[in-house]
């Protein structure tokens, strides 16, 4: 395996708890993820008949808000520790 890989996937399981902070800033219960997650997967004209429009736009982008940051996060702590590991080898 690329050490590249290793290093994600070590800070993907290392940043477990980080993403639960995430989910407790994002959502305020398992209910409230759930009908989040629901949204996202309910198209945008089923949701302006039922009158729900904008309840889905903003639990949708709760929910893309959360995957992103959760991404952002390994993404920094990567680049970080790149350029440590580069500092220290050369």
Same mark, same amino acid.
């Given at each position: %395996?690329?050490?590249?890989?290793?290093?994600?996937?070590?800070?993907?399981?290392?940043?477990?708890?980080?993403?639960?902070?995430?989910?407790?800033? /994002?959502?305020?219960?398992?209910?409230?993820?759930?009908?989040?997650?629901?949204?996202?997967?309910?198209?945008?004209?089923?949701? /302006?008949?039922?009158?729900?429009?904008?309840?889905?736009?903003?639990?949708?982008?709760?929910?893309? /808000?959360?995957?992103?940051?959760?991404? %952002?996060?390994?993404?920094?702590?990567?680049?970080?520790?790149?350029?440590?590991?580069?500092?220290?080898?050369?």
């Amino acid at each position: %395996m690329n050490a590249d890989l290793i290093i994600i996937l070590v800070l993907v399981v290392l940043n477990i708890p980080v993403y639960r902070f995430l989910y407790r800033l /994002f959502f305020a219960d398992d209910d409230d993820y759930e009908q989040s997650v629901k949204y996202v997967f309910t198209p945008n004209f089923v949701s /302006f008949f039922r009158g729900e429009y904008w309840k889905d736009k903003i639990d949708s982008a709760r929910v893309k /808000f959360y995957i992103l940051f959760c991404a %952002m996060a390994i993404v920094l702590e990567y680049v970080l520790l790149s350029k440590v590991i580069h500092y220290f080898r050369s």
